[in-house]
């Protein structure tokens, strides 16, 4: 048996993992923050909006790709880029058709800068076509419990069938966070690489959070005109962790860095 | 019936008070300030069928007894119908409270060196039962030497321990150094060690926690801050003592947990890049002013590299809770 023929077996052997407990009810304190959003507080529900609603997601789709290669995938590997990586639009890193690339490489530009030609390179490696990765993204997602998600695309663009809940992502980010190459990727601020045919790639990470919020360590952005800005957010200070995720945020940097420092503050308040 | 085993520590007590009656009786020899007696003590309880192994000691009493007044008791016992009659004395004693207990006891002279006596106690239903003989030895320092002397040595020396314990054991200690207690002869220097530790601002917010702390748990004895009451002080006082000095030293955490009357002239002196928390949540005007210099009508990217990063996320934290004050 293959390892992730192994892997996918325990998952189904398993049963499907409940996703994000849906008794707690966290207090929707800032409505006018995003169409939907949910923060936790170690792993605490504490502020949500909609969270079940079905949404665009855009990008924040990479996190499940990001999941399944990662668990499955050798990233040691080399990947050649097939033909229709060209036919990728919206963000891209400029990879060409036959350009040789480690799968590390391809990774964390995928979550560094959502750079959807690595995205698709990725999942036509893994899934030998885009349509068998995605019949695998959502397998997985049944898998984690994510009642409100459906992929029809690997990398996020907008479509019928491609949605999710703020409350799914949260639970899709702590599976996230459970592999080390994922959290390594999402907090890296600049990356460049060299593909094995000597070409280079220097990117700079699309979340602004980093650098700028202390405590920032990812996790993933995302655009598209159907889903606006998008964001799962993972900060760290003294021991807590805070993790928030916004679907259609009209001000997603300002108003995520003052709902982190929010969330920080209400964690630094004696419990009763 | 359950028998309870003798205790040893109030069997003890009631024979210390015989030998310093015994004391109290006629007949001792005049030489030295006091008598040294070997005594065997045996006790038991009455109706338990064995008794505790006889136990022999050294005591020094005085050669000129004191009569009733000289009978050691705590606070809470009275001595009661003490009679001195011939050769013979005898008494009774209650004590009330924690070791409630009622008892009576009699003393004999045997000639000058020597004496018997028994002495019965009844601790909550159960009677215990001890009998002494002492014979003299020599002579002693009844001055250093009594029973008496040497339980003030004992507790002189638990309070000077007590005065040696670091600076957090000795604030928890003021209710042994209070008026009436164990060592309330040395509370001058127990005030003289802790009042100055109170002038250091760290040391006041380990009292604060600390009493919190402790009161949240239940405790409502040998709080930090009544440690302070002993001496005169208080809490109330000596962070009003402190408030100048956090505002001269520029402690904005201290200023923000205990001062609220030196929050104004802080804000002044606070700098926004140490203190965002306290400029965004206490300052409101000058927060309003630094954010129009340095965040409002940025690009958020704009703040990379910007050291008033920090601040001007909170204070986008404070927009938010603004925008939103009706939903929470």
């Given at each position: 048996m293959?390892?992730?023929?192994?892997?996918?077996?325990?998952?189904?052997?398993?049963?499907?993992?409940?996703?994000?407990?849906?008794?707690a009810?966290p207090?929707?304190?800032?409505?006018?923050?995003?169409?939907?959003?949910?923060v936790?507080?170690?792993?605490?529900?504490?502020?949500?909006?909609?969270?079940?609603?079905?949404?665009?997601?855009?990008?924040?789709?990479?996190?499940?790709?990001?999941?399944?290669?990662?668990?499955?995938?050798?990233?040691?590997?080399?990947?050649?880029?097939?033909?229709?990586?060209?036919?990728?639009?919206?963000?891209?890193?400029?990879?060409r058709?036959?350009?040789?690339?480690?799968a590390?490489?391809?990774?964390?530009?995928?979550?560094?800068?959502?750079?959807?030609?690595?995205?698709?390179?990725?999942?036509?490696?893994?899934?030998?076509?885009q349509?068998?990765?995605?019949?695998?993204?959502?397998?997985?997602?049944?898998?984690?419990?994510?009642r409100?998600?459906?992929?029809?695309?690997?990398?996020?663009?907008?479509?019928?069938?491609?949605?999710?809940?703020?409350?799914?992502?949260?639970?899709?980010?702590?599976?996230?966070?459970?592999?080390?190459?994922?959290?390594?990727?999402?907090?890296?601020?600049?990356?460049?690489?060299?593909?094995?045919?000597?070409?280079?790639h220097?990117?700079?990470?699309?979340?602004?959070?980093?650098?700028i919020?202390?405590?920032?360590?990812?996790?993933?952005?995302?655009?598209?005109?159907?889903?606006?800005?998008?964001?799962?957010?993972?900060?760290?200070?003294?021991?807590?962790?805070?993790?928030?995720?916004?679907?259609?945020?009209?001000?997603?940097?300002?108003?995520s860095a003052?709902?982190?420092?929010?969330?920080?503050?209400?964690?630094?308040?004696?419990?009763p | 019936?359950?028998?309870n085993?003798?205790?040893?520590?109030?069997?003890?007590?009631?024979?210390?008070?015989?030998?310093?009656?015994l004391?109290?009786?006629?007949?001792?020899a005049?030489?030295?300030?006091?008598?040294r007696?070997?005594?065997?003590?045996?006790?038991?309880?009455?109706?338990?069928?064995?008794?505790m192994?006889?136990h022999?000691?050294?005591?020094?009493g005085?050669?000129?007894?004191?009569?009733?007044?000289m009978?050691?008791?705590?606070?809470?016992?009275?001595?009661?119908?003490?009679k001195?009659t011939?050769?013979?004395?005898?008494?009774?004693?209650?004590?009330?409270?924690?070791?409630?207990?009622?008892?009576?006891?009699?003393?004999e002279?045997?000639?000058?060196?020597?004496?018997?006596?028994?002495?019965?106690v009844?601790?909550?239903?159960?009677?215990?039962l001890?009998?002494?003989?002492?014979?003299?030895?020599?002579?002693?320092?009844?001055?250093?030497?009594?029973?008496q002397?040497?339980?003030?040595?004992?507790?002189?020396?638990?309070?000077?321990?007590?005065?040696?314990?670091?600076?957090?054991?000795?604030?928890?200690?003021?209710?042994?150094?209070?008026?009436?207690?164990?060592?309330?002869?040395k509370?001058?220097?127990?005030?003289?060690?802790?009042?100055?530790?109170?002038?250091?601002?760290?040391?006041?917010?380990?009292?604060?926690?600390?009493?919190?702390?402790?009161?949240?748990?239940?405790?409502?004895t040998?709080?930090?801050?009544?440690?302070?009451?002993?001496?005169?002080?208080?809490?109330?006082?000596?962070?009003?003592?402190?408030?100048?000095?956090?505002?001269a030293?520029?402690?904005i955490?201290?200023?923000?947990?205990?001062?609220?009357?030196?929050?104004?002239?802080?804000?002044?002196?606070?700098?926004?890049?140490?203190?965002?928390?306290?400029?965004?949540?206490?300052?409101?005007?000058?927060?309003?002013?630094?954010?129009?210099?340095?965040?409002?009508?940025?690009?958020?990217t704009?703040?990379?590299?910007?050291?008033?990063?920090?601040?001007?996320?909170?204070?986008?934290?404070?927009?938010?809770?603004?925008?939103?004050?009706?939903?929470?």
């Open positions: 293959t390892r992730a023929g192994a892997i996918l077996l325990a998952l189904l052997l398993a049963g499907v993992a409940p996703g994000m407990a849906r008794g009810a207090s929707d304190a800032y409505p006018d923050i995003a169409r939907a959003y949910w936790e507080i170690d792993n605490q529900p504490i502020w949500a909006g909609r969270p079940d609603e079905r949404l665009p997601m855009a990008s924040l789709t990479k996190l499940m790709t990001a999941l399944l290669v990662a668990e499955t995938a050798d990233l040691d590997a080399v990947v050649t880029v097939d033909a229709a990586v060209a036919s990728e639009t919206g963000t891209r890193i400029g990879l058709p036959g350009e040789r690339v480690q590390r490489d391809l990774f964390t530009a995928m979550l560094v800068r959502s750079a959807n030609d690595a995205c698709r390179a990725l999942a036509d490696w893994q899934g030998g076509n349509a068998r990765f995605v019949a695998r993204m959502n397998a997985r997602a049944v898998a984690l419990g994510l409100d998600t459906h992929y029809n695309d690997a990398c996020g663009h907008d479509g019928p069938g491609q949605y999710s809940s703020v409350r799914d992502l949260a639970t899709l980010a702590h599976a996230a966070l459970g592999q080390p190459a994922i959290l390594a990727a999402a907090a890296q601020r600049d990356f460049r690489f060299r593909s094995v045919d000597g070409r280079v220097a990117m700079h990470s699309t979340n602004a959070l980093l650098g919020v202390p405590g920032t360590k990812g996790l993933k952005t995302g655009y598209t005109p159907g889903a606006g800005r998008c964001l799962v957010a993972l900060a760290e200070r003294d021991g807590v962790r805070v993790l928030a995720v916004l679907l259609h945020a009209p001000d997603r940097w300002w108003d003052g709902l982190l420092e929010l969330a920080f503050a209400r964690a630094r308040q004696p419990r | 019936m359950t028998r085993p003798v205790d040893k520590s109030s069997a003890r007590r009631w024979f210390w008070l015989a030998v310093l009656l004391a109290a009786s006629p007949g001792f005049q030489q030295g300030t006091g008598n007696y070997r005594v065997t003590t045996k006790m038991e309880m009455v109706g338990m069928p064995f008794a192994p006889a022999t000691s050294e005591v020094c005085p050669k000129n007894g004191g009569g009733q007044a009978v050691p008791h705590q606070d809470n016992c009275q001595v009661l119908d003490y001195i011939g050769n013979k004395s005898s008494f009774r004693m209650v004590c009330t409270g924690r070791e409630a207990m009622s008892g009576t006891g009699e003393f002279m045997l000639g000058a060196d020597g004496y018997r006596g028994k002495i019965t009844d601790m909550e239903g159960q009677q215990m001890m009998n002494f003989d002492g014979k003299r030895i020599g002579d002693c320092n009844y001055a250093t030497e009594s029973p002397a040497q339980g003030q040595a004992m507790v002189a020396k638990s309070c000077d321990q007590i005065l040696a314990q670091p600076a957090d054991a000795l604030v928890m200690a003021g209710a042994s150094f209070a008026s009436g207690s164990m060592c309330a002869a509370k001058s220097v127990y005030c003289g060690k802790i009042l100055p530790l109170a002038n250091d601002l760290k040391v006041i917010r380990n009292l604060d926690t600390n009493d919190a702390s402790m009161r949240q748990s239940g405790a409502t040998n709080l930090p801050w009544e440690s302070y009451q002993v001496c005169g002080s208080g809490r109330a006082a000596i962070i009003a003592k402190a408030c100048p000095k956090a505002l030293t520029g402690d955490d201290f200023i923000s947990a205990f001062c609220p009357a030196q929050v104004e002239a802080a804000c002044v002196k606070a700098d926004p890049l140490r203190s965002a928390d306290f400029i965004v949540d206490h300052c409101p005007a000058r927060a309003q002013t630094i954010a129009g210099q340095q965040c409002a009508g940025r690009d958020f704009a703040l990379q590299g910007s050291p008033y990063a920090g601040f001007c996320g909170k204070m986008a934290g404070r927009r938010l809770k603004q925008r939103n004050s009706g939903n929470r």
